[in-house]
């Protein structure tokens, strides 16, 4: 790990405005991904600015939905009643995440900024267009059996989110305000938050330098009442997903009348199938329909040596997952 | 005839040995008092060192450039093998590894070559950690890079078959009968392959060493190893000192599984690194070191041929092993073993094939052979049981071996049958559906499956001493090494009993090669030989009272003949009068005695007269010494609860029955079972390290990536032991528990996701990715 001077700001005013003035310069929060980064020099910082102080916090009803400060932590907002009953999903995603350690350090806003797990990316020795763009994908040819079957590129087929709350806020919706240095804020849906590798795997995110993620606003909807997160993984806790997915009905007689779906650890970026959703939505409340939905999800996956399993597994998982919020 | 005591003859009801007592040194464990090998902080001018490790496998370094890592404040030193301190000895050839008993037969900084990715290629020492740690990312290497080969499965390895394995320690082909003819001729004949994953120990502490050269030609070392003897021998050889020049202390372990058996190429470079300074160096592995540190379990393939009869007996067993090692030695584990000795039959044949590739040696690793051998064998077993409609313990009733049949000879002691009945009945097997696939809990597949598990008791030997003072105190001290076992605790225990004192009156002492001379901690021999040195020192000093006391005109034993002697909890008496007699602590007054010591050597095979030879004799010929074939015998039972639409294995019970001797406490005695049950199933169903193909290099090298059981994969276990009193084995009667624990754990889950899904997998790890692609039989 590099030096690197430490600055606490208060505002996002001071935030934005300390980090402008270095060129190298992250923002930290929990430091749960920038820290094991550092360590293992895959990211050089010469200033941090602590962002713990920022008012970028509360969980609150509002008129467009639950809003959550970005620098909540995982566990607080993962047990918090109004996400528990309105949002079953989001808080089954979190509380499945990495360690009550980690969930009591990391932040809303350091969650979606999270890393890919490629094992490439994440030891220096290797080549990594993500990490050194141009140096080649070893990945493709080499160990994928953790990475993307969907939206891969020539590139770079990593799950450049391997996380999963981005997950259930892409299924249903969730938009993010975002603030620049000049104080303006715009809101990004999730969805639109993550961009595909294809030829620049570098880039993961809409997110300019030096941007701040604000909170996070999830509308609140019928679907969204009745879900589930399904993760699926060889250990029972503290690994992340091969496969997961993020769904919502709203069912009434039998028959579906919306639907979300999203699906994680298969996509290189939180994989919304709005292919899946048209099969679900207006059919009946069977397993014919969830596996039907599942085919669509899966349609265009590009499966690698070691991760062709992952097609048969995503489609598993998102079944299952149909199963357990439609009984 | 043998006169060397017995702990059953002196202490026919025990006291405190195998009581389930808490840990004598758990208190200043949580309260951080424990001082590991990277604790020792208060050494004057302590400096730290960081090792700089090849990115590639294979290649030569061109040149060094240190400009910017030099610039940085507080750097001392940058060591590479143009600069660092020369060695007497190195492990670089032949014979130089043998003199150093070193792991690997190849030392990095020697010389300009790559052989393996994470190979050490300079050592970086400054005034604090994070200094050296920056000065070594600033460190350019400039390497030739050559293209590695990386696994026996690399279509350009070259196999070759070893004579013998093990740095010569085990033979390559192994023969009974004739095998192949048996196998040809039998009604009944599987041929199956199983193959294994790299698994690495991963202890909680890493390998760390702390070296401080006292005088030019005094040095001691604060080492994480499980052996300071052996440590002590490598390190002197390497540096042309005397052993008694280098002092080896280790008072705490966090766990070693077999990778601290050795001394690795970290522990010399320390040494080096703090001449080089002049100053105390300390350097600990990081995380990802530790996967190319130490050593690990080797990637192998099994193959195994098992021909048997119509209702179930054994006729031939082939066993095929092929695996990766290093450039240099011919290390595999020797799967064979337990393969050979587990069932009653008569023919038998092993081979072995090794391909080198650009990684490192591998090294024991908990029951090193045992556990995948296992595998193999008691996966193989179960499918036998099946194809025959026989039931899985009935079928090893039916081939079990009532002597060892690697050897005939008679076991020193076996309650596997009373293992099975127990198991059975804490677990219910009885109750078995014998169908695969028929039993469901909801959604869930629920299967059992139950394997045999054996150790063999390996000849070692040790030395203890005990003083015991007047005043009722006394301290036992032996050079042996608590892994975090246990080991403090059972010896007071051991050592109590023996003196007649209670727990807080006896303090033990050990990890310190000033202490008399202890075996490494490993091939589950500690707690046997070093129990039995303690008790054995215990005696001597007892004989010395006795014979103060016969002299002494005041003592009631005065004129007593020495053998009519015995001591009793702690008194001296007649033994045809108990009454007449008296405690130590008179005899010691009046003696003007302010203590007496004792020193005693427990040893393997302690029930014969040539018991000195037994534990000599060499590995292949110590049952022969013995007169008996030495094991332990077990057998765990598994249910696992199957997903069968995402493939997860989740493990919902467990029973474990083990005989094994004297159990010296019940409580750390059910950890090491629980611990080793738990790093089997963490085989079984998880761990696994991926190395590239391409790159002969790791890509899950942390704990975040390699997967090793967490609490919520495992059950509440059952364990129980069944008494055994082995009067072969040694003074104690101690098996030793440590290894046994893991062995056949991965067979039992293997066995229960067949019942519960009807799919053999034979392929560790078993992920949902091998389950949901298999297909039911
Ligand atoms: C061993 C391990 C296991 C894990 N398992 C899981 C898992 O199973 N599922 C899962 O979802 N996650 C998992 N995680 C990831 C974890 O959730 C993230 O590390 C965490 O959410 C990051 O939050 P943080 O506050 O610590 O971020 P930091 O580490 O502080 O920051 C991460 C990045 O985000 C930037 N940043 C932080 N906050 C803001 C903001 N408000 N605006 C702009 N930029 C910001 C930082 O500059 C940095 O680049 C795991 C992590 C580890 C280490
Ligand atoms: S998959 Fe992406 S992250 Fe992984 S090595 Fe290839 S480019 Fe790098």
Redesign the pocket.
Same mark, same amino acid.
């Given at each position: 790990m590099n030096n690197f001077s430490y600055t606490q700001a208060s505002s996002a005013k001071e935030a934005t405005a300390s980090r402008a003035g270095t060129a190298q310069s992250? $923002?930290?929060? #929990?430091?749960?991904?920038?820290?094991? @980064?550092m360590k293992a020099n895959l990211?050089e910082h010469a200033q941090l600015v602590d962002?713990n102080l =920022?008012p970028?916090k509360g969980i609150e009803q509002t008129a467009d939905g639950l809003r959550i400060g %970005?620098?909540e932590? &995982?566990s607080d907002v993962g047990e918090h009643p109004l996400v528990v009953q309105n949002y079953p999903a989001v808080s089954e995603? @979190?509380l =499945? /995440?990495?360690?009550p350690q980690?969930?009591n &350090?990391?932040?809303?806003? #350091?969650?979606?900024?999270?890393?890919t797990r490629c094992g490439y990316f994440r030891d220096a020795a290797f080549p990594c267009n993500k990490r050194v763009p141009g140096s080649g994908c070893p990945a493709i040819a080499g160990d994928n059996h953790n990475l993307a079957i969907l939206g891969v590129s020539d590139a770079c087929i990593a799950t450049a989110y391997?996380?999963?709350? %981005?997950v259930a806020l892409a299924a249903f919706d969730a938009v993010l305000t975002?603030e620049n240095a000049k104080g303006k804020q715009r809101r990004v849906p999730v969805t639109e938050f993550y961009v595909l590798p294809g030829r620049t795997p570098q880039r993961e995110t809409v997110?300019e330098p030096g941007? =701040?993620?604000?909170a996070v606003t999830i509308p609140n909807t019928a679907h969204a009442r009745r879900s589930t997160y399904l993760?699926v993984r060889e250990r029972t806790s $503290?690994?992340? /997903?091969l496969a997961s997915a993020a769904v919502g009905l709203d069912v009434q007689g039998g028959t579906i009348r919306s639907a979300r779906v999203a699906l994680g650890g298969v996509g290189t970026k939180p994989w919304r199938s709005p292919e899946a959703e048209k099969v679900l939505t207006g059919a009946p409340a069977t397993e014919a329909t969830f596996r039907a939905a599942a085919a669509a999800a899966l349609r265009g996956a590009q499966p690698h040596d070691d991760n062709r399993y992952k097609v048969e597994l995503a489609q598993n998982t998102l079944v299952q997952a149909l199963l357990a919020v439609s009984s | 005839m043998d006169t060397e005591p017995k702990f059953f003859e002196t202490n026919p009801t025990a006291g405190v040995v195998g009581k389930p007592l808490n840990r004598v040194d758990g208190r200043d464990k949580v309260m951080g008092r424990a001082k590991y090998a990277a604790e020792y902080n208060n050494l004057p001018g302590l400096a730290h060192a960081v090792i700089k490790t090849s990115d590639v496998a294979k290649g030569r370094i061109t040149g060094f450039d240190t400009t910017a890592a030099m610039k940085q404040p507080g750097v001392l030193a940058i060591l590479t093998y143009q600069n660092i301190p020369k060695l007497a000895k190195t492990p670089n050839d032949a014979d130089g590894k043998k003199a150093i008993g070193a792991p690997m037969g190849y030392l990095p900084l020697t010389d300009d070559q790559i052989h393996y990715a994470g190979q050490p290629v300079a050592v970086v020492v400054a005034d604090t950690l994070e200094r050296a740690q920056y000065a070594a990312a600033l460190l350019k290497v400039q390497v030739a890079a050559d293209k590695p080969i990386a696994s026996y499965e690399d279509p350009k390895a070259q196999l070759f078959d070893p004579e013998k394995i093990q740095d010569g320690k085990a033979d390559g082909h192994v023969k009974r009968g004739d095998a192949q003819a048996a196998f040809a001729a039998a009604p009944v004949q599987l041929t199956h392959k199983y193959t294994h994953a790299i698994n690495h120990h991963s202890p909680m502490e890493p390998g760390a060493t702390t070296a401080h050269w006292e005088a030019p030609d005094r040095l001691t070392i604060y080492e994480s190893t499980q052996g300071v003897t052996r440590t002590q021998k490598s390190v002197s050889t390497m540096l042309g000192l005397s052993a008694e020049q280098v002092r080896v202390v280790t008072k705490y372990l966090g766990g070693g599984f077999g990778c601290k058996g050795s001394a690795w190429p970290h522990t010399i470079l320390t040494v080096q690194a703090a001449k080089a300074v002049g100053r105390p160096v300390k350097l600990a592995l990081t995380r990802p070191q530790m996967f190319t540190g130490m050593g690990h379990r080797e990637d192998q393939t099994q193959t195994l041929r098992l021909g048997a009869t119509k209702d179930g007996k054994l006729t031939a067993l082939i066993h095929e092993k092929t695996s990766t090692t290093s450039p240099w030695d011919n290390y595999a584990e020797s799967n064979s073993k337990i393969i050979n000795m587990l069932y009653e039959c008569p023919t038998f044949e092993a081979s072995y094939q090794l391909a080198r590739a650009n990684v490192m040696t591998s090294t024991f690793t908990r029951a090193p052979g045992e556990a995948p051998g296992s595998f193999a064998i008691e996966s193989s077993m179960d499918d036998l049981a099946y194809q025959l409609g026989i039931d899985p313990i009935e079928i090893r009733l039916r081939n079990y071996a009532e002597k060892d049949p690697t050897n005939g000879h008679p076991w020193s002691s076996k309650s596997l049958k009373q293992c099975y009945a127990r198991g059975a009945e804490l677990f219910g097997w009885s109750k078995r559906n014998p169908k695969n696939g028929a039993t469901r809990d909801g959604r869930l597949l629920v299967g059992w499956g139950m394997a045999t598990a054996s150790y063999p008791v390996h000849n070692s030997q040790g030395t203890a001493r005990a003083r015991l003072y007047a005043d009722g105190h006394a301290v036992v001290q032996s050079g042996a090494t608590d892994l975090g076992t246990g080991t403090y605790t059972v010896m007071t225990q051991v050592a109590c009993d023996a003196l007649g004192l209670p727990m807080d009156k006896v303090r033990f002492e050990l990890g310190d090669t000033k202490l008399p001379t202890a075996p490494n901690s490993g091939g589950s021999v500690a707690a046997g030989t070093v129990s039995s040195s303690v008790y054995m020192a215990v005696q001597d000093l007892w004989q010395k009272l006795i014979k103060v006391a016969v002299l002494d005109k005041k003592s009631p034993l005065y004129r007593a003949k020495i053998a009519d002697v015995e001591a009793k909890a702690g008194r001296l008496q007649l033994k045809s009068d108990p009454k007449k007699g008296e405690g130590f602590a008179d005899l010691m007054k009046r003696a003007d005695m302010s203590d007496v010591e004792g020193n005693g050597q427990g040893r393997y095979g302690s029930g014969y007269e040539d018991a000195q030879a037994a534990a000599n004799a060499d590995q292949s010929k110590k049952d022969e010494a013995a007169h008996h074939s030495m094991h332990s015998f077990g057998a765990h039972f598994c249910e696992v609860k199957v997903d069968p639409d995402l493939g997860t294995v989740r493990v919902t019970r467990w029973v474990s029955v083990h005989g094994a001797g004297r159990i010296l406490n019940a409580k750390t005695a059910r950890s090491q079972i629980i611990g080793g049950s738990i790093f089997g199933i963490g085989a079984a169903l998880m761990e696994g390290t991926v190395r590239d193909q391409h790159f002969s290099r790791y890509t899950n090298a942390s704990?975040?990536d390699y997967h090793i059981p967490v609490n919520a994969d495992i059950p509440e276990m059952t364990v129980e032991f069944i008494d055994e009193h082995d009067p072969h084995i040694n003074a104690m009667g101690v098996k030793g528990i440590g290894e046994i624990s893991m062995v056949g754990v991965s067979a039992a889950v293997a066995n229960a996701v067949f019942h519960a899904t009807g799919k053999r997998v034979r392929e560790l790890p078993l992920t949902p990715e091998k389950i949901l692609g298999a297909k039911a039989v």
């Open positions: 992250a $923002y930290i929060a #929990g430091g749960t991904t920038l820290l094991d @980064l990211e962002i =920022l970028f %970005a620098m932590r &995982m995603s @979190l =499945l /995440a990495a360690s980690l969930r &350090m990391a932040s809303i806003g #350091g969650n979606m900024l999270q890393r391997p996380g999963d709350l %981005a975002l997110l941007e =701040l993620i604000v993760k $503290y690994a992340y /997903a | 704990l975040a």
